[in-house]
């Protein structure tokens, strides 16, 4: 849960309004499940977009294919259409994995992508203290308060 809550926090900081940043990061995160590999199979994913870049920063792509590679890589199973199939052929076949690599890469590529994401935020964060002195008109204009002493002040 740590790569949501790492990616939630970056999308978060580049918003000024707290509500916004977690509308528009639970679209990120919703993109991220959609093009991870699990929804649809990652040689079904249009090219474009879908598959590059999107499916490759997911951080579900990472998480699925470690997993799977972990649960069926070594087994062998029976009565398959035409007999027994091993778990590294349903994993290429069927589930489109990639094999070039192994559970534990795709497991440090997944910490990494943590550290990345708190690396970001720490760099977003040091930008926005930054700027905050020389643009005080991002978050947008102040209200103006109104109390007794000056209700008939224009």
Known sequence: MMWVESLMMVVGSIFPNFVMGVIITGGVEGLAILTGGFYRLPNDLPKPLW???CYY???LTYA???SFKNEFEG???AGYQHGT???R???TETWHVQMGHSKWVDLAIMFGMIVVYRVLLLVISKVKEK???TVPTINGPTAKTFSRTNMDEP
């Open 57 to 59: 920063i997911s951080f």
């Open 89 to 91: 052929d349903l994993l």
């Open 51 to 53: 598959k590059y870049p």
């Open 64 to 66: 699925l294919q470690g």
């Open 131 to 133: 700027s905050k002195p």
């Open 85 to 87: 199939i091993s778990g």
């Open 75 to 77: 087994l062998t199973f």
